[in-house]
């Protein structure tokens, strides 16, 4: 499952960079998030991590959520 991620963030990356019109990938592929010649050029922009803590706290509230409807005792 972890490489079909990581391929999709890839691929969507690609898209992004080929694509004007898909600019708006960009958001959704880690690969863009940190990218040395624009960090280099411009500073590193604020809403890369914005975007992280938003994916970092969605994706908690749904482990959390998933877990508890497992068939566990604890």
Same mark, same amino acid.
Not at 6 to 20: G, H, N, P, R
Not at 67 to 72: C, G, L, S
């Given at each position: 499952? @972890? ?6 963030? =890839?691929?969507? @990356? !690609?898209?992004?960079?080929? @694509?004007?019109k +898909?600019?708006?990938l960009?958001?959704? @592929?880690?690969?863009?998030f =940190?990218? +040395?010649r624009l960090?280099l050029?411009?500073?590193? &922009? =604020?809403?890369? &991590?914005?975007?992280?803590v ?6 908690i509230?749904?482990?959390? !959520?998933?877990?508890?409807? *497992?068939?566990? *005792?604890?």
């Open positions: 499952a @972890s490489s079909g991620v990581l391929l999709t963030m =890839f691929m969507l @990356s !690609i898209i992004a960079d080929i @694509s004007e +898909a600019d708006f960009k958001y959704f @592929s880690f690969f863009e =940190f990218d +040395a960090i050029k411009e500073g590193y &922009p =604020f809403t890369y &991590p914005i975007i992280s938003l994916f970092v706290v969605v994706f509230c749904l482990t959390y !959520i998933f877990y508890k409807k *497992r068939d566990m *005792r604890m």
